[in-house]
Nanobody, 124 residues
Framework: QVQLVESGGGLVQAGGSLRLSCVVS????????MGWFRQAPGKEREFVAA????????YYAGSVKGRFTISRDNAQNEVYLQMNSLKFEDTAAYYC?????????????????WGQGTQVTVSS
């Protein structure tokens, strides 16, 4: 059974930074693209960023492009989300997910395994 465990969330002031991590169990981590999504209270889950199997290609939502950076370490089975210049509207639970199906990187339906999430709260 694949398990994804996020960490690194917390409370930060607007303009600050956080780095989220996601550790994935299993031996086939490098075979799958990975993504980060977020969900704020009362809102649908939305795409944040994704990264290809090798890390050579990255994709971002327009709202975070230039502020967030996704990366991965295939030797450590980890994917990261560096978040800079945080805004109040970035407040949400952040989830990492493993992409197993074809389709757009921003489509949550193409991801089969999800973590439990880590809360990010940005104070204005």
């Amino acid at each position: 059974q694949v398990q994804l465990v996020e960490s690194g969330g917390g409370l930060v002031q607007a303009g600050g930074s956080l780095r989220l991590s996601c550790v994935v169990s299993g031996r086939t981590f490098s075979s799958y693209a990975m993504g980060w999504f977020r969900q704020a209270p009362g809102k649908e889950r939305e795409f944040v960023a994704a990264i290809s199997t090798s890390g050579g290609r990255t994709y971002y939502a327009g709202s975070v492009k230039g502020r967030f950076t996704i990366s991965r370490d295939n030797a450590q089975n980890e994917v990261y989300l560096q978040m800079n210049s945080l805004k109040f509207e970035d407040t949400a639970a952040y989830y990492c997910a493993r992409k197993e199906n074809s389709g757009p990187y921003y489509d949550p339906l193409t991801y089969n395994f999800w973590g439990q999430g880590t809360q990010v709260t940005v104070s204005s």
